[in-house]
């Protein structure tokens, strides 16, 4: 039996090839998703689909303000090599709520999980 406490332990993977999205070892460890020019240029394709299903949809005036500043932000994201993760998954989730408000708005949902889906989260 070994006397080594829980942080004396070398928790780790080691592989020659790595081919995921996410990576997480050990206890209390933070997935790092990997994006690379696929991801951003996805992304850039999702942040476009999105803009177009928004611009069929008929919002007053207050609220097509309201959700184009969330998605000029995306859009703005969407130009970084590196995304901030934060920003991206706020945006979303206000585009998503504003959505919500229109009764066919169900458009945007496709586009929406999309984009929550590239980095690894979920919009309820």
């Known amino acids: 039996m070994s006397n080594k406490s829980k942080s004396d ?12 999205s996410a990576i997480s070892i050990g206890e209390r460890s933070q997935a790092i998703v990997n994006f690379g020019p696929a991801q951003a240029e996805q992304f850039h394709d999702n942040v476009t689909e999105l803009k177009r299903a928004i611009e069929t949809i008929k919002f007053s005036e207050e609220e097509k303000s309201s959700i184009s500043k969330h998605v000029r932000a995306l859009e703005e994201e969407a130009k970084r090599p590196l995304p901030d993760r934060s920003r991206v998954e706020s945006a979303l989730k206000a585009v998503k709520s504003l959505g919500e408000l229109v009764s066919n ?20």
């Open 9 to 20: 332990r070398n928790e780790g993977i080691i592989a020659n090839v790595v081919n995921a």
């Open 105 to 124: 708005a169900k458009i945007i949902i496709g586009p929406v999980l999309a984009i929550a889906a590239l980095f690894g989260f979920t919009i309820s």
